[in-house]
């Protein structure tokens, strides 16, 4: 009986296989980078009503991160400052500044324009619905603002800085002490592990440290004992956020 196929069809099937192959790890490799949180959400710099400056605020002038966010240490969530905490500085301060319009039509009743609606301040960090996270647990247990954030105290332009991705989450669970500081160093920013223990000399022979340690040594160190003294044991099973 005559073959009704050319003999390269017999490779046909094979081939197809191994198109599909590639085609299948292809999606999924693109799906793993271009729809997590690093690549849809790190870099986010949204424009906001007011240009609020954060280096100026916190950096330069030195503001408490607590000032603004007065939650982040008694709630789960940080809190967004009213218009009535802004104002608060600026009716004496740049009070007639234009850049300051939207402030002052939702806080100075003495303004012809005052109307009282609050600011509507464009969220930047969000975690998913499914996701709980406390602010008031990490910050309560030495973890600072920074380790999330990024330099945020230096930011003209806040920005989302850190994946904020359930790796990101499990990857400090996992290693606490990495992150760890005193809880009166939570909220200085410019907080320097090796600067903090050079100015507590008995600490740090209790914990073994010494002059030549880099930064991420010196933190291992503090961070263990830290982890210790507080009995530190991060859940990493899935109801710890989903629940």
Not at 4 to 12: A, C, G, K, Y
């Amino acid at each position: 009986m005559a073959n009704f196929f050319p003999r390269w069809t017999n490779l046909l099937p094979l081939k197809i296989a191994v198109c599909l192959i590639f085609i299948v790890l292809g999606l999924t490799a693109a799906f793993s980078y271009y729809a997590t949180p690093k690549a849809q959400r790190v870099g986010y710099q949204p424009d906001q009503p007011i240009a609020y400056d954060h280096d100026l605020h916190a950096n330069q002038l030195g503001i408490d991160c607590r000032y603004c966010h007065s939650s982040v240490d008694k709630s789960a969530s940080a809190g967004v400052p009213t218009a009535n905490t802004c104002w608060n500085c600026h009716q004496h301060v740049q009070k007639d500044n234009p850049k300051l319009e939207p402030l002052r039509r939702a806080a100075d009743k003495n303004y012809d324009k005052y109307d009282g609606k609050p600011i509507k301040w464009v969220r930047v960090h969000k975690l998913p619905d499914y996701a709980y996270f406390s602010h008031q647990a990490h910050v309560g247990r030495g973890v600072s603002c920074k380790s999330c954030h990024g330099e945020v105290h230096k930011m003209r332009k806040v920005h989302h800085a850190k994946s904020l991705s359930m790796a990101f989450c499990l990857e400090c669970h996992r290693e606490p002490e990495k992150h760890l500081r005193p809880l009166e160093q939570v909220y200085n920013l410019d907080y320097d592990v090796v600067d903090y223990l050079k100015a507590k000399p008995e600490l740090a022979k209790e914990i073994g440290y010494v002059v030549g340690d880099s930064s991420s040594e010196a933190q291992a160190k503090l961070g263990k004992r830290l982890k210790e003294n507080w009995d530190i044991h991060p859940k990493e099973s899935c109801t710890t956020c989903h629940r």
